[in-house]
């Protein structure tokens, strides 16, 4: 299985664009790479799957270069309520998740 | 289809008591996943199902946990014998696969287990 590396937390202020950097050096040919967003006391949620290059829908991109080992979510304009958790797994059949990273917005 | 429904959203319950919990998941996907969350760690994976077929279980998963899913759509979880470590947030997820790609989870919203 393909271990992830996120930063443990990071702070930003309202309006900027954020971005989160997972690296996952030994991703195998199958894996996609998918991110989720958490809130306190609430499951996971879906934001965004990729498998490779460049994927965007209605509240974040994610940018995944030709190696693959590495990808970045940006988060166009955060807002306060994008103070969260986010988690970046790498998988194919089954999803391990690790630590996250703990964005906190300001204004 | 309101999403995947946990039942109960709290339990509180006097350690060495066994505590059972319910997963619906979202009625067309055929994948289900327990997971285990504790205060500041990502969700560990417990086991999951592929329909009714248990397909992997994870060996935090000890003997004490055992999980079902009889007819490929609701889930259970039984804890038997419940410890103070077992208190934890507890996920259920679900997701489609289709020719073995997997299309993203949805989670529930958990049961919160409290252990006194």
């Known amino acids: 299985l393909a271990k992830t590396t996120q930063p443990i937390s990071m702070d930003s202020y309202e309006g900027q664009e954020v971005n989160i950097t997972c690296s996952h050096n030994n991703i195998a040919t199958n894996d996609y790479i998918t991110w989720y967003q958490q809130f306190p006391s609430q499951g996971p949620r879906f934001i965004i799957q990729?498998?490779?290059t460049k994927v965007t829908n209605e509240v974040a991109s994610l940018f995944i270069p030709a190696d693959r080992k590495s990808s970045t979510l940006s988060l166009p304009r955060v807002s306060l309520s994008d103070t969260a958790v986010y988690y970046c797994l790498v998988g194919y059949n089954d999803m391990r998740f690790g630590a996250g990273t703990r964005l906190t917005v300001k204004p | 289809d309101t999403g995947v429904s946990q039942d109960p959203r709290h339990k509180i319950t006097k350690r060495g008591q066994n505590v059972t919990f319910r997963c619906d998941p979202i009625s067309e996907h055929n994948r289900l996943y327990w997971y285990r969350q504790t205060l500041g760690q990502g969700p560990e994976f417990l086991t999951y199902f592929q329909n009714e077929a248990q397909l992997e279980k994870s060996r935090l998963l000890s003997d004490r946990f055992s999980a079902e899913r009889p007819k490929g759509s609701f889930s259970t979880l039984e804890i038997q014998r419940t410890e103070q470590g077992d208190s934890a947030m507890y996920l259920c997820?679900?997701?489609?696969?289709?020719?073995?790609?997997?299309?993203?989870?949805?989670f529930g919203s958990g049961t919160r287990l409290t252990v006194v």
């Open positions: 990729g498998y490779k």
């Open positions: 997820a679900s997701s489609l696969s289709v020719r073995a790609a997997n299309y993203g989870y949805t």
